[in-house]
Every structure is written in structure tokens, then in C-alpha cells.
């Protein structure tokens, strides 16, 4: 019998034989101990899994898995992530502080401080850009009344009158009653914000009125009038007019401005600047009057030795332009600091004027009154500039005053109409002259509240 080398030498050595048989028993004993191991640990940490009876993996892929009824699930606590010691912890980023010296100037182009919490805390329509235009954003009405006075420059001529003696030195005229004085009135304006940056206006400005008169006494009876000639035609002149002791010339003006104009708003994004497109009507209403009046008294005429006078002579001329057309115009504002705006805004527009005018004369030896009336239409034209500081006051109450001008080309004037045709001749025809103009200054001072 042939023996195994291996065994044969297994057997003369004993030591060996005891090492096998204690290792295999060691690792027999490990095996139980790790499965039961395994087992304690999942089933005491997650019910759910706990191993199927049978088909584990058909239980699996059917999601029928066997849960023990004897056990009861229990969640795994939440816990905190536990912090890091200081000696491996992450150092923080290190963030070098940073200091701005805050300007005490506004940036070119950029809103006031002020200006925007104005702004955010109310109608503060006296900043910026945005904030200006708020100025009709944000109220639905308002009020302007201001008081305005102008001075007038007009075209009209001078016409001689009275002379002192027989064709001799003039010593009245129609200019010596002209109107370079100041006539001061009222201003009204309404403005209605019917939707989002558009108004309506509705303004008047009137009475203005002007007049002045001027006139010569003489006892001597020694005034001759333009009407023969200052004496010439007919000789010594009319018992009315010439050999006159008081002889006199009043001048009369009266303009009333209506306008209902619409605004078209626009405003600058970043600037200081707001505006509005300017179209409506106007209706102007120019009144003229002149009274040229005459008075002898009672005297010895030396030429004929007779006696002559009283009489007397009242030469009426009433003028009255009725302008009406469309306006057209720009307004444009800027804000100064929060609170103070200063603005301009121009209109002009064709207008069409009808021309009314009447001459009325009475005369001691004219019975009743000599009428004579004509009308006609002219092409005219009106331009307003105006030039305007607002401050605010409180709340929404403010300060207003500026300059303003007005030229009016294409109308009547009392002076031009003038006729020096004798009024004891008949027909007298007395067309009115539709070619003068007038030009108005002066300043405005007011106030202004919206709601």
C-alpha cells in the first residue's frame, strides 16, 4: 500500500496536527459569532430589514416584504452635526473692512437725497426729476391766483388837435394821452390732471386797464381845432371847436386774456428737468376808447364883433378786437434744490380778429347823434412768454412770481382810427386801421396750492 507523502509527514510531527485542529475550529466558531452579530445588529436599528422566510428577492422586486409584527418601528434620531474641534475647523474667510467717504455733493445726473424722500413720503414735486414730475402725478387739481401788473408800449401814432392861435404852435395831440402807464389785474389758473400726464387748463387774466387824459384851458378863447384846419377852413372855424376855451383828450384801454389749453407733460429721467407740449385756444379782448371833447365859452368874437358861444362837442371813438384762434406753446422747469423750481413757458398762435368800430359825435348845432360804424376781420397774432420761480411753503402751498410778456400784432387802435374830417360835414366815413400792435411787461407775484 502506497502512503500519502503529506500525511506521513503530518504524523511525525504531532505540533502540526494540534495546530490544524485548533484552526478549524477557531474559524467554525467565528462564523456563528459573526452571524449572530449581524442579525443583533440589523433587527435592533432598522425593523424594516429584517430578512424574509423565503424568497428574499422575489419578496423584494414584488414589494411584498414581511415586516415582524413583534417589532415596532422606530425612527433613527435626528442629530445635530457635531462641530468640528478648533484644531481642524475650516478657518473664516477674512474680510478686510472697507470705509467710503460719502460725498457731500450730488452726482452729475444721479436724484438728491432729499429730494427722493420727498418723494417716498408725499407730493414732493420740487426735486428731481422724477420728483418734479410728480408735481402733476400726484393731485388731481390745481389752483393758481396771482396778482400781475404790465406796463404797454403800443404803435399807435400821434395826431395834432388844439393849436394856440390861427394855425399857430400845437399844443394838444392824441399822443399826449398816451398809455405808458402800469395797469394792474388778476390771474386765475385751474388745472385738472384728467389721467396720467395730461391737464386741462382753464386760466383768465384781466381787467387790465389803462387810460390817461390830457387837455389845455384857455380864457382868452384862443384854441383852434384840427377839424378847420386850426382856423383856416372855414375862416375862424366852427363856433363848436374854435375860438374854444378848454379843449381835451381822454384815452381808454381794456384787455381780458381766456385760454383753455391742453398739457402734455413729459420729464427727464435723470435730470432735474420736467416739461409739457402746450395746445388750446385763446380768446383776446382788446376795448379801446377815445373821447375828444370841446368847449367855448361864451365871448365877443373879435373878428365879427358878435357875440359867440356857448357850445360844445363830444367826438366818441370805441374800438373793440375780439382775437380768437389756436395756441401753441412749451413749458419747461427745473428743480434748483428740493423746494425751489424755476420755469419758463412760450405760446403763440394765427389768431382771427373781428374788428368792430364806432364813431359817435354830438355837437350843439347837430341834432341828435352822428353814428358811423364799420366792421371787418384781420389775421393777428399773439405770443406769451413766461418766466417763473415756485417755492414751497408747506405742505402743499407755494410761493410764485416771475416775469411776463405779451405782444399782440394786427389790431385796432383808437389813435389810428382817428378821423380828422370835419364832423359838421356829411358823409364822414371812419373805417377802423387794422395794423397796430401792442407789447406788455411786467411781473406776477402769487399763490398756488393743489389737493
Not at 494540534?18 to 443583533?40: D, R
Not at 384854441?223 to 376855451?245: H, I, K, N, R
Not at 405779451?406 to 389790431?411: A, Q, S, T
Request: hydrophobic share 40%; with cysteine.
Amino acid at each position: 500500500m502506497t502512503v500519502n507523502p503529506t500525511a506521513r509527514d503530518v504524523g511525525r510531527h504531532p505540533c502540526l496536527l494540534v495546530l490544524i485542529v485548533l484552526a478549524s475550529f477557531a474559524l467554525a466558531h467565528g462564523t456563528t459569532w459573526a452571524q449572530s452579530s449581524f442579525e443583533k445588529f440589523y433587527t435592533a436599528s432598522d425593523p424594516a430589514s429584517e430578512p424574509p422566510a423565503a424568497d428574499p428577492w422575489g419578496a423584494y422586486y414584488s414589494g411584498n416584504l414581511a415586516v415582524s409584527p413583534s417589532l415596532t418601528p422606530v425612527q433613527p434620531p435626528v442629530q445635530a452635526p457635531a462641530e468640528l474641534p478648533a484644531l481642524i475647523r475650516p478657518p473664516a474667510p477674512f474680510v478686510q473692512p472697507v470705509s467710503y467717504d460719502v460725498p457731500t455733493y450730488t452726482p452729475h445726473g444721479l436724484p438728491h437725497c432729499g429730494e427722493m424722500e420727498a418723494g417716498a413720503t408725499g407730493p414732493g414735486h420740487r426735486g428731481n426729476s422724477l420728483i418734479t414730475s410728480q408735481r402733476y402725478d400726484d393731485h388731481w387739481c390745481m389752483l393758481r391766483v396771482d396778482y400781475i401788473q404790465f406796463n404797454r408800449q403800443d404803435s399807435a401814432g400821434s395826431t395834432p388837435l388844439t393849436s394856440f392861435g390861427v394855425d399857430d404852435i400845437v399844443v394838444l395831440s392824441t399822443g399826449d394821452a398816451n398809455l405808458e402807464d402800469d395797469a394792474a389785474g388778476a390771474r386765475v389758473a385751474l388745472y385738472l390732471n384728467l389721467f396720467h400726464s395730461f391737464d386741462l387748463e382753464l386760466s383768465w387774466f384781466g381787467t387790465l386797464e389803462w387810460d390817461n387824459l390830457a387837455g389845455v384851458i384857455n380864457p382868452t378863447n384862443s384854441f383852434f381845432s384840427v377839424f378847420s384846419d386850426f382856423g383856416l377852413a372855414p375862416d375862424q372855424g366852427f363856433e363848436e371847436t374854435d375860438q374854444a376855451t378848454i379843449h381835451s383828450i381822454a384815452y381808454k384801454s381794456q384787455l381780458n386774456n381766456y385760454k383753455l389749453n391742453t398739457r402734455f407733460r413729459w420729464s427727464h429721467t435723470t435730470r432735474p428737468w420736467t416739461g409739457a407740449w402746450i395746445f388750446g385756444v385763446r380768446y383776446v379782448e382788446l376795448r379801446e376808447l377815445m373821447n375828444h371833447s370841446t368847449f367855448a365859452a361864451e365871448h365877443i368874437d373879435p373878428f365879427t364883433d358878435e357875440v359867440r358861444g356857448p357850445a360844445e362837442m363830444a367826438y366818441v371813438i370805441d374800438v373793440d378786437n375780439d382775437l380768437v384762434g389756436f395756441n401753441f406753446g412749451l413749458e419747461a422747469m427745473r428743480t434748483v434744490f428740493p423746494g425751489f423750481l424755476i420755469g419758463a413757458d412760450f405760446e403763440a398762435g394765427i389768431y382771427g380778429n373781428s374788428v368792430k368800430s364806432e364813431t359817435r359825435i354830438t355837437a350843439t348845432s347837430i341834432n341828435g347823434v352822428n353814428r358811423d360804424k364799420h366792421k371787418e376781420g384781420k389775421t393777428a397774432f399773439v405770443g406769451e412768454l413766461n418766466l417763473t420761480a415756485t417755492y414751497r411753503l408747506f405742505g402743499e402751498f407755494y410761493l410764485r412770481g416771475g416775469y411776463q410778456a405779451m405782444y399782440i400784432e394786427g389790431i385796432s387802435l383808437a389813435p389810428d382810427t382817428f378821423n380828422t374830417t370835419s364832423p359838421f360835414v356829411q358823409p364822414r366815413p371812419s373805417p377802423p386801421r387794422t395794423n397796430g400792435d401792442i407789447f406788455l411787461s411786467g411781473f406776477h407775484f402769487g399763490a398756488e396750492c393743489q389737493w
